[in-house]
């Protein structure tokens, strides 16, 4: 038996008038939370939220510096390979130098015979100077003699025989003068104005051994820029011709995030704009900060191999993503390095809106290019040696043409 005095039909009649006000409760409860999370989520996206823009569609981007060979040859040494670090100016790897050194010694001979020549030119200007000099005190005398004996034709003390050959001496002696200025000019065509140093046919020989010097030095293939060798495709003993790739360098310390947004989060996006970018390889703990430096010119699908074509009439509207190149703090690229390609996470900071939409200057530093190899002083001084043993100092010719 129980001991509730309440009778059963009255317990009854309550028990479906609570159930309805613990449910209107509940429910009460549910619409108070819903409108408090509806302000607190209205409010952070008006304060904060809607100042920032975020994608996961953003990776490691970087230059490919390609390593190729200027002159012909086969491959004698590999220096380097995949995975390695290199510094700038770091052989990679060497080409065989007999072809090149056989061309730098052919050059060298080249330049010396040039030289005496040359010096040879301004020699025979200086001999035919003297045969001139001598064929005009000739032809002076003949032509005294010629005077003196035309006089004493009348007399009858020389013959008209003798009066002749004087006359044809005369002649000879005029013809050879004649033809010594023409061969003193031709000879003061070929070296007027200039000295054995100066000389074009000089000047061509030096440009020679430059030139070989140059294809010599070019069989060591130097790194152009720091950083970690990538896609090797070259062997020892491969004969390759100017142009092949041979392998790629990675600078990994000047590499960026090429986020694509949608293109209605573009609408603040300004360059100069703070970014945070973390990335899937060290997770959410590691931060990294950069900027906004530049908006492709175009959607990905412009530029892509195979284009969408939007007027063949089956068109379906897809949201666009365009590009933004992201520049990282390069102090925190080098605690924590990143590789090419690497999944990243970026939100961006649109708050300020004042920059421009174009940017003007993408890198703050260019890449650095490979030392030229030109103007070598060892080569010239190999030069100067060359000119001092066969004689181009240039001395008596400098003398002659001022003489002129």
């Given at each position: 038996m129980s001991d509730d005095p309440t009778p059963a039909a009255t317990r009854q009649a309550i028990a479906p008038a609570y159930t309805t006000s613990k449910r209107r409760r509940g429910l009460v409860a549910f619409g108070l939370s819903a409108l408090l999370g509806g302000v607190g989520y209205g409010s952070y996206w008006l304060l904060i939220a809607r100042h920032y823009q975020s994608t996961d569609d953003a990776y490691v981007n970087g230059d490919l510096?390609?390593?190729?060979?200027?002159?012909?040859?086969?491959?004698?040494?590999?220096?380097?390979?995949?995975?390695?670090?290199?510094?700038?100016?770091?052989?990679?790897?060497?080409?065989?130098?007999?072809?090149?050194?056989?061309a730098m010694s052919s050059a060298e001979a080249r330049l010396a015979r040039a030289v005496r020549?040359?010096?040879?030119?301004?020699?025979?200007?200086?001999?035919l100077r003297a045969r001139i000099t001598d064929r005009e005190i000739e032809l002076k005398r003949a032509q005294e003699d010629y005077r003196r004996?035309?006089?004493?034709?009348?007399?009858?003390?020389?013959?008209?025989?003798?009066?002749?050959?004087?006359?044809?001496?005369?002649?000879?002696?005029?013809?050879?003068?004649?033809?010594?200025?023409?061969?003193?000019?031709?000879?003061?065509?070929?070296?007027?104005?200039?000295?054995?140093?100066?000389?074009p046919q000089v000047l061509a020989a030096e440009t020679a051994v430059r030139d070989a010097a140059l294809a010599l030095r070019r069989t060591h293939i130097?790194?152009?820029?720091?950083?970690?060798?990538?896609?090797?495709?070259?062997?020892?003993?491969?004969?390759?011709?100017?142009?092949?790739?041979?392998?790629?360098v990675v600078?990994?310390?000047?590499?960026?995030?090429?986020?694509?947004?949608?293109?209605?989060?573009?609408?603040?996006?300004?360059?100069?704009?703070?970014?945070e970018i973390s990335s899937d390889v060290y997770g959410h703990s590691v931060k990294y900060h950069g900027k906004l430096v530049g908006l492709s010119a175009g959607t990905g699908s412009v530029f892509a191999l195979l284009p969408a074509q939007n007027a063949s009439g089956n068109w379906i509207k897809i949201v666009q993503r365009?590009?933004?190149?992201?520049?990282?703090?390069?102090?925190?690229?080098?605690?924590?390095?990143?590789?090419?390609?690497?999944?990243?996470?970026?939100?961006?900071?649109?708050?300020?809106?004042?920059?421009?939409?174009?940017?003007?200057?993408?890198?703050?530093?260019?890449?650095?290019?490979?030392?030229?190899?030109?103007?070598?002083?060892?080569?010239?001084?190999?030069?100067?040696?060359?000119?001092?043993?066969n004689g181009g100092t240039g001395s008596g010719t400098k003398d002659f043409v001022a003489r002129r």
């Open positions: 510096v390609q390593i190729t060979s200027e002159v012909p040859g086969t491959v004698i040494a590999l220096d380097a390979d995949d995975t390695q670090g290199v510094r700038r100016e770091q052989t990679l790897l060497e080409l065989d130098p007999a072809d090149a050194q056989v020549e040359v010096r040879t030119l301004f020699a025979t200007a200086e001999q004996r035309s006089n004493l034709v009348e007399d009858g003390a020389v013959s008209s025989e003798e009066l002749s050959h004087t006359q044809d001496s005369v002649a000879q002696i005029r013809a050879t003068l004649s033809e010594a200025r023409e061969q003193l000019k031709a000879t003061t065509v070929q070296i007027d104005g200039t000295s054995v140093e100066t000389h130097l790194a152009p820029v720091t950083g970690v060798v990538a896609r090797r495709s070259v062997q020892v003993g491969q004969r390759v011709a100017p142009g092949t790739p041979l392998m790629a600078p990994l310390d000047d590499v960026w995030v090429d986020a694509n947004f949608k293109e209605v989060q573009l609408k603040d996006m300004r360059v100069g704009q703070p970014v365009v590009p933004v190149r992201i520049a990282v703090d390069p102090e925190e690229l080098k605690v924590h390095p990143l590789r090419v390609g690497l999944s990243t996470t970026v939100t961006v900071d649109v708050r300020d809106s004042s920059g421009a939409l174009i940017a003007s200057q993408v890198r703050s530093e260019p890449i650095p290019v490979q030392a030229s190899l030109g103007n070598d002083p060892a080569v010239e001084a190999r030069i100067a040696r060359i000119l001092a043993a």
